[in-house]
């Protein structure tokens, strides 16, 4: 939960869906109380898919319970209680808390309303303390709600699990009961559908059924390994993108995993972003001579964070404002140097960029790598390939003059939209992040963020799909655009992204040779059509089910005998197929054809030839497709002609 209070104007600005989840926690508190009178409530929030109440009472509540809450929730409904607001004094809210009136059915004499205590005393002094009240519960809450809890009858409790007050382990712990409601019964039957279809598709088992990767203790949570199949689909998309790279004029660059701190506090992402880094690195003979110096550990960070006053002045000066203050500036005799896992690769292909002179003639210059980088993750946040703490981009900075930055911008945009049209991924939104200026996080010119972000909005115009503006999404360098993708069950994932940069240009004093003979800066173009491979996989796997189209599948034919009388012809068409290019194997194993086929189709291989007598009589193959059932009969030569063109066109 976050601990940053939301003021009662950006609490009343909930969804109608948000309103009737909101009241429906408010109803499940009641079915509690009801059940379970002792019970002490937290706080009951809306949230995505659903709602949740943090509580602290004897009974556990375990899933067999759901039933028997429910149950009374449907009784709370058809009384059809109105949800009333309440204001009230701060001493009127403590005396109702201290009864344990507040957040109960009636007063509870010896067992009071400890965290509706705590909670009031968290409200500014000044602000209106409100109550909903619907029966006989009555609660601190600003709302909204709906009218009546005859609205929340589409109701259904999902889980239960452990939860902390305000997310501090020192608080002690409390129940979270999760669950869900929709306006309709279709709506929450469909969702209930959609979830066990998602249990389905979930890429960490189908990863694993279908041999794609594998995340090991001894190796570390988040870190993926790639095993032969996946790697094929990996391959098989950056050799895709690779074609459209060449056709656009990119360059394939390299760049270390690894690089020295002075190159991320140039960048801006070192100490800043340390939270979503690994730490430093630091040579071997300063962790000796610091060792001995007796420096503790703050005192090391702070060394390893600082810079030399000529280091600040240079930058604050290109940057025309103060963007590293005095409380950094350390003397060079007290300075640490290290290393750090990139955990962008920008600042490498920036170094390449002004590695050699620049004429405007030159621009622009496109720079791509299929980079590997590193954050630091929670552990608990990590999720098989969709949040990892080391992934691949499929990255690309582009160096060009201002006026070619509509141009640039409207081509990375293309790039998206090839990716996802071939990949059948037609279902998306766009997400246009700009800055906050208010926050002091966004660096750089106003003027320029404002052309930036100019150029962002227009290109998204052209998309042809529903934009939204959201302030403050926007990276420190500059606004972006990201495309949130709707796979084929409804869920929203946020995967392509392009970024207008005007910042890091300047902090890396980058500039070329304009018309008129002199220096001039030129505007940075961040992209990624996939993002994070691993991420992109992960949710590609999700997307077809593990039901690949053939130009992706690890395995795209698999050759099934029928007897050993068949072995010589099948080695026939396991050569012609393997010399054409495809992915194929052969089971010629002594099982029976059913049980060939079963394994096959739960190995998800798109193309299955069963090869009996009669097919190797006529120099053909009986074929099944996983999702298209039986094919017929085809010869030899018909089949290949029409799987090669299936890959090689990248059919869906």
Same mark, same amino acid.
């Given at each position: 939960?976050?601990?940053? &209070?939301?003021?009662?104007?950006? !609490?009343?600005?909930m969804?109608?869906?948000?309103?009737l989840?909101?009241s429906?926690a408010?109803?499940?508190?009641?079915?509690?109380?009801r059940i379970?009178?002792?019970?002490?409530?937290?706080?009951?929030?809306?949230i995505?898919?659903?709602?949740? +109440?943090?509580?602290?009472?004897a009974?556990?509540?375990?899933?067999?319970?759901?039933?028997?809450?429910? $149950?009374?929730m449907?009784k709370?409904?058809?009384e059809?209680?109105k949800?009333e607001w309440?204001g009230v004094? !701060?001493?009127?809210?403590?005396?109702?808390?201290?009864?344990?009136?507040l957040?109960?059915?009636?007063e509870r004499?010896?067992?009071?309303?400890?965290?509706?205590l705590d909670l009031i005393d968290k409200?500014?002094e000044g602000?209106?303390? =409100?109550?909903f009240?619907?029966g006989?519960f009555?609660?601190?809450? $600003?709302?909204?709600h709906? #009218?009546?809890?005859?609205?929340?009858k589409?109701v259904?409790?999902?889980s239960?699990?452990? =939860?902390?007050?305000?997310?501090d382990?020192?608080k002690?712990?409390?129940?979270?009961? +999760?669950?869900?409601a929709?306006?309709?019964?279709e709506?929450?039957d $469909?969702y209930?559908?959609?979830?066990?279809? /998602?249990k389905?598709r979930?890429?960490?088992?189908?990863?694993?059924? %279908?041999?794609?990767f594998?995340?090991d203790e001894?190796?570390g949570q988040?870190?993926i390994l790639w095993?032969?199949?996946?790697a094929?689909?990996?391959?098989?998309l950056q050799?895709?993108?690779?074609?459209?790279?060449?056709?656009q004029?990119?360059?394939?660059?390299?760049?270390?995993?690894?690089?020295?701190?002075?190159l991320?506090?140039?960048? #801006?992402?070192?100490?800043?972003?340390? @939270? $979503?880094q690994?730490?430093?690195?630091?040579?071997? @003979?300063?962790?000796?001579?610091?060792?001995h110096e007796g420096?503790?550990?703050?005192e090391?960070t702070?060394?390893l964070? /600082?810079? =030399?006053?000529q280091?600040a002045?240079? %930058?604050?000066?290109?940057?025309? !404002?103060?963007?590293i203050g005095?409380d950094r500036?350390?003397?060079?005799?007290?300075?640490?140097?290290?290393?750090?896992?990139?955990?962008?690769n920008c600042?490498?292909?920036?170094k390449i960029?002004?590695?050699?002179?620049?004429? +405007?003639r030159d621009?622009p210059?496109?720079l791509?790598?299929? #980079?590997t980088?590193? &954050?630091w993750?929670? =552990?608990?946040?990590l999720n098989g390939?969709?949040?990892v703490r080391?992934f691949?981009?499929?990255?690309?900075h582009? *160096?060009?003059?201002e006026?070619?930055?509509?141009?640039?911008?409207?081509?990375c945009?293309?790039?998206?939209?090839?990716v996802?049209n071939t990949?059948?991924?037609?279902?998306?939104?766009v997400?246009?992040?700009?800055r906050?200026p208010d926050?002091?996080k *966004?660096?750089g010119?106003?003027?320029q963020?404002?052309?930036a972000?100019?150029a962002?909005?227009?290109?998204a115009?052209?998309?042809?799909?529903?934009?939204?503006?959201?302030?403050?999404?926007?990276a420190?360098? #500059?606004?972006?655009?990201d495309?949130?993708?709707k @796979?084929?069950?409804?869920?929203?994932?946020?995967?392509g992204?392009?970024?207008v @940069?005007y910042v890091?240009?300047?902090?890396f004093?980058l500039?070329?040779?304009?018309?008129?003979n002199?220096?001039?800066?030129?505007?940075?173009?961040?992209?990624a059509?996939f993002?994070s491979?691993? !991420?992109f996989?992960?949710v590609?796997?999700e997307?077809f089910a593990g039901?690949?189209p053939t130009?992706? /599948?690890?395995e795209?034919?698999r050759?099934?005998?029928?007897?050993?009388k068949?072995?010589?012809?099948? /080695?026939?068409?396991?050569?012609?197929l393997k010399?054409a290019?495809?992915?194929v194997t052969?089971?010629?194993?002594a099982?029976?054809?059913?049980a060939?086929i079963r394994k096959?189709q739960?190995?998800?291989?798109?193309?299955m030839?069963?090869?009996?007598?009669?097919e190797?009589?006529a120099n053909s193959?009986?074929i099944r497709?996983s999702k298209r059932?039986?094919?017929?009969?085809?010869?030899?030569?018909?089949?290949?002609?029409?799987?090669?063109?299936e890959?090689?066109?990248r059919?869906l």
């Open positions: 939960m976050s601990t940053e &209070r939301k003021t009662l104007e950006e !609490r009343a600005q969804s109608d869906i948000e309103r989840r909101h429906c408010h109803i499940m508190a009641t079915a509690i109380l379970w009178p002792d019970a002490q409530f937290a706080y009951g929030p809306p995505e898919n659903g709602f949740y +109440y943090d509580f602290k009472m009974h556990r509540v375990t899933p067999d319970d759901f039933e028997k809450i429910e $149950a009374e449907k709370i409904s058809k059809n209680q949800f309440k004094t !701060r001493e009127e809210a403590k005396a109702m808390a201290e009864s344990g009136r957040g109960g059915l009636s004499p010896g067992n009071p309303s400890i965290f509706k409200i500014p602000e209106q303390i =409100s109550c009240q619907n006989d009555i609660d601190l809450c $600003a709302g909204p709906v #009218g009546y809890s005859g609205k929340c589409n259904k409790l999902t239960v699990s452990s =939860s902390f007050y305000l997310g382990e020192s002690g712990q409390l129940q979270r009961l +999760y669950g869900t929709f306006p309709t019964k709506e929450l $469909a209930f559908v959609n979830l066990e279809e /998602a389905k979930d890429h960490r088992k189908l990863g694993k059924e %279908l041999k794609l594998h995340i001894d190796v988040g870190l095993t032969p199949n996946g094929v689909l990996r391959q098989e050799n895709f993108i690779g074609e459209e790279l060449r056709k004029g990119y360059h394939q660059v390299f760049t270390p995993h690894i690089g020295k701190l002075a991320y506090k140039t960048s #801006g992402h070192f100490p800043y972003y340390k @939270d $979503a690994f730490p430093a690195i630091i040579e071997q @003979d300063q962790l000796e001579k610091i060792a420096c503790g550990c703050a090391m702070a060394r964070d /600082a810079v =030399s006053a280091f002045s240079q %930058l604050n000066e290109r940057a025309g !404002r103060e963007i005095q500036i350390m003397d060079p005799e007290k300075l640490l140097d290290g290393f750090l896992l990139k955990p962008m600042p490498h292909h920036i960029f002004a590695s050699q002179p620049h004429s +405007y621009l210059v496109r791509a790598e299929f #980079g980088v590193y &954050r993750e929670q =552990s608990g946040e390939m969709t949040r080391g691949t981009q499929d990255d690309a582009l *160096f060009c003059t006026d070619q930055v509509a141009a640039e911008v409207l081509g945009l293309s790039l998206v939209k090839i996802l990949l059948g991924m037609t279902d998306y939104r997400r246009v992040g700009l906050d926050n002091n *966004f660096t010119n106003p003027a963020w404002d052309k972000e100019a962002c909005r227009e290109a115009a052209t998309l042809g799909v529903p934009f939204t503006e959201e302030p403050g999404e926007a420190f360098y #500059g606004p972006k655009i495309f949130v993708i @796979d084929v069950i409804g869920r929203e994932w946020q995967l992204t392009v970024q @940069d890091l240009p300047v902090r004093d500039s070329y040779n304009g018309p008129d002199k220096p001039h800066r030129p505007v940075m173009i961040h992209r059509p993002g491979m691993e !991420r996989c992960g590609l796997i997307h039901h690949f130009w992706l /599948a690890p795209q034919v050759i099934l005998t029928i007897s050993e068949t072995d010589a012809f099948a /080695a026939e068409i396991f050569a012609q010399e290019g495809l992915r052969l089971d010629n194993d099982d029976k054809i059913g060939k096959a739960l190995d998800k291989i798109p193309y030839l069963v090869l009996g007598e009669k190797a009589a193959v009986a497709h059932g039986d094919l017929g009969v085809k010869s030899v030569a018909e089949f290949l002609t029409d799987v090669t063109a890959v090689k066109e059919k």
